[in-house]
């Protein structure tokens, strides 16, 4: 979709050629971006770290199948996407607890790991908390392909077209896939939005 | 990315834009505008700035500081070595070969055991069988009995009978042939 060359796509070609350091600033630049999705997509802290560590070895191995026609962007969340959804069908086969989710048991254990360095009252602390892990439960319930639209949708530097390329499906099926992803949460997320706010 | 002008974008196309991101100044006096045109679309609207702004206040996953070196440290080692105790023979070949690979050792299993089947049977019936016509062969002897003494007393002579002379006797034949007879 994107004629010009960008300047990941720049720093690909360098690692096509073997250049270490470009492919230390491209995992630079997009650990975050990876992590957020696997993540998302997986629920497991360390299950997510090896996964997305996987998909920066899978960028360098395939290093060489990389074409300048796409975006870097693209090319790497559909080899995210792919690795993903090979995990949740392996998990699918063959389930096990996680070891990173909250036993229902253990109420002292925070969901997310990382605490938020802005400064919030504890009670408030407490409310987004609340209202992050209902975020989250709802997106896990999200069919597979819904709730990776949905994530692939908060990177801003996707369009709709790289989306449906990443997803591998027509423009239309992509935002139709995030239309009912969105009505979803609306509806199990309705007594926490807001209005008036317009 | 090439960007509309926000005047010919519609509410639809406004919903969809602010679920990547953020809309512009421009774009939100655009939707602000529409809404006060059509305030029963308002309140869905809302509802829908609300859901992104719940989405995309999700926190980012922790990312441990040593990650890039992690991977690149990945790059210089062999084959990693899958994790969950699951075997290297795995994936689409294990999926493809294994029911081959297990119905091909249970082939050579059976095979030597149908094999020696098949001869035990085989061993049985030519015995079944040899038991048989020596039966057979028994009660037929018992059945035929023996011719007495006397009728082999001639039987050299009567046996060099059967080798006799075979020539023909013309002139017993002319004789006996002759009108006078």
Known sequence: MVAKPDADAARMLRVKRGDRRAFAELVDQYQQPVMNL???????????????QNVFLQVYKSAHRYRETARFSTWLFTIARNLCLNELRRRSRHPAESLDLPHPEDENQPFHPVEDVRAVSPPDALLRRELEQK?????????ANQRLALLLC??????????????RCSLSATKSLIHRARETLKQRLKPYLRSGTW | MATMNPDDLNLDSLTALAWRRPLTPEERARAQHLLREQPAGLSAFEEDQELTRLVQQLPDAPVPS???????????????????????????????AAPRIAWAVLAVLLL???????????????AASIAQITRTVSETGRAVETPPLEILRDFEAIDRLRVANTVADEELLAALESPGI
């Open chain 2, 66 to 96: 040593n990650f890039t070196a992690c991977v690149l440290q990945a790059l210089d080692q062999p084959e990693p070595v899958p994790a969950c105790g699951r075997s290297p023979f795995s994936g689409w070949l294990a999926r493809l």
């Open chain 2, 112 to 126: 030597p055991l149908g094999y020696l089947g098949f001869q035990s049977r085989q061993r049985t019936q030519i």
């Open chain 1, 154 to 167: 908060r990177q801003d530097e996707l369009s709709y077209e790289e989306i449906a390329k990443i997803l």
């Open chain 1, 135 to 143: 975020v989250q439960e709802t997106l896990d319930a999200l069919p």
């Open chain 1, 38 to 52: 696997v993540y998302r997509m997986i629920g497991d802290r360390a299950e997510a770290e090896d996964l997305a």
